[in-house]
């Protein structure tokens, strides 16, 4: 049966929950091709992120979730990256973080992706490699992208491309504490590791604004969704169902088909 979404909202993976896997190698093989469907569909970027991390000792609610990808997958396969040829050169990034997503470790996921105009370029779910302290430290960790190497190439290739590049965030917080030029006690903690992003901004390579959390696309690379949010974010993100006018065809085709059955039926009943 085939799945809305890729992943449970409500279920948390645990890496000590849940039976063994006894032959372990399926799963494996399963999840590296999965990470390499992600370079053309970021809609499973976290999921599979998240099940990538379980690879040396598998369990079956691992596995569970790996098949609800396939579910997925089998309710649209034809979904896929839609590049238009009409863009503008103008680069807007957003930016998102869950804080404590790792249920074993308390680490935060860090999830953003960048846009070339209307085409989606670039995108990754991470998780962090320390521990956030509060879930402002965590959307400010989760600031510092690849704008800077975007920036590298599009000189290598001779490309002009506007600066600064507007990125979203839906935390007030993280962006007072990266416009903010002193650091104070509750933030001294992170000067060291975070200082980047506010030397971007005074670069004027990046223009900080914030965004509601509803309209934030980042989300689909942080945490799983509901159905409804969830195909709100990937229809922003570029995606499309390339089987689509198809798809409607066969589904009109077959509403015309019952209706003449009904027809047929109600006249003979007369």
């Keep these: 049966k085939p799945s809305s979404t890729p992943a449970d909202p409500c279920v948390k993976l645990h890496a000590d ?3 063994i896997l006894s ?3 399926p799963f494996r093989r399963l999840i590296g091709r ?15 992120q998240q099940l990538s991390q379980f690879v040396s000792c598998p369990r079956e609610p691992h596995m569970q979730q790996a098949m609800r990808i396939l579910k997925y997958l089998k309710n649209a396969p034809g979904f896929g990256l839609f590049y238009p040829s009409n863009t503008t050169l103008k680069i807007q990034a957003f930016s998102d973080s869950d804080w404590e997503t790792c249920a074993t470790t308390r680490r935060s996921v860090t999830g953003y ?4 105009g209307k085409s989606l370029i670039t995108w990754k779910s991470k998780k962090q490699t320390t521990v956030s302290r509060s879930s402002s430290e965590a959307e400010y960790r989760a600031l510092a992208c690849e704008l800077q190497w975007l920036q590298y190439l599009f000189q290598d290739l001779h490309i002009s491309v ?9 935390s007030q917080s993280s962006i007072q504490i990266a416009k903010n030029p002193t650091f104070h006690e509750r933030t001294k903690h992170i000067e ?8 971007k901004i005074q670069d004027g390579l990046i223009k900080l604004l914030h965004v509601p959390s509803t309209s934030q696309l980042a989300d689909v690379f942080t945490k799983s969704l509901y159905p409804n949010p969830f ?3 990937i229809s922003k993100l570029g995606l499309h169902n390339i089987h689509a006018h198809l798809e409607r065809g066969i589904r009109n085709r077959m509403i ?3 209706f003449y059955t009904y027809l047929v039926i109600a006249v003979s009943c007369f």
């Design 17 to 19: 929950q849940g039976i």
């Design 23 to 25: 032959y372990p190698s």
């Design 34 to 48: 999965l990470l390499y469907l992600t370079n053309t569909r970021p809609d499973i970027g976290f999921v599979v």
């Design 113 to 116: 992706c960048v846009f070339l």
């Design 162 to 170: 506007p600066t600064p590049y507007t990125t979203f965030c839906d």
């Design 192 to 199: 060291v590791d975070c200082h980047i992003t506010r030397q």
């Design 231 to 233: 195909n709100i974010a």
């Design 256 to 258: 015309i088909s019952s």
